[in-house]
């Protein structure tokens, strides 16, 4: 069975930054606009595009991803954690 939480790897934190700021200009939103629409500080959403705030919590990471109108599944996949892959495998293999 896959390993669907991909426990040997790091959360890149670059790369969620880095999707997070892109997902927020695409809405056409500043960096206070979106720590509003999430309940945060405009110096937390700054520092969590630099790759320098540390890991969300899954619960925080959910709200982000609703403010930001994109799937949980693709803010875990710029975390670098495979999401989609390993959970059709799985399904797959669980019906037969």
Do not use: C, I
């Not at 700021?21 to 945060?40: E, H, I, K, Y």
């Not at 982000?64 to 959970?87: N, Q």
Request: aromatic fraction near 4%; charged fraction near 30%.
């Amino acid at each position: 069975m896959p390993d669907t939480m991909n426990r040997d790897r790091q959360p890149d934190l670059e790369r969620l930054g880095r999707f997070v700021r892109d997902s927020r200009l695409r809405l056409g939103l500043s960096q206070a606009q979106l720590a509003r629409r999430v309940g945060w500080s405009q110096e937390r959403v700054s520092v969590l595009e630099h790759g320098t705030y540390g890991l969300p919590s899954l619960p925080k990471l959910d709200r982000l991803a609703t403010a930001l109108d994109v799937p949980l599944a693709d803010m875990l996949e710029a975390l670098g954690y495979v999401v989609r892959d390993e959970v059709e495998t799985t399904a797959r293999e669980a019906t037969g």
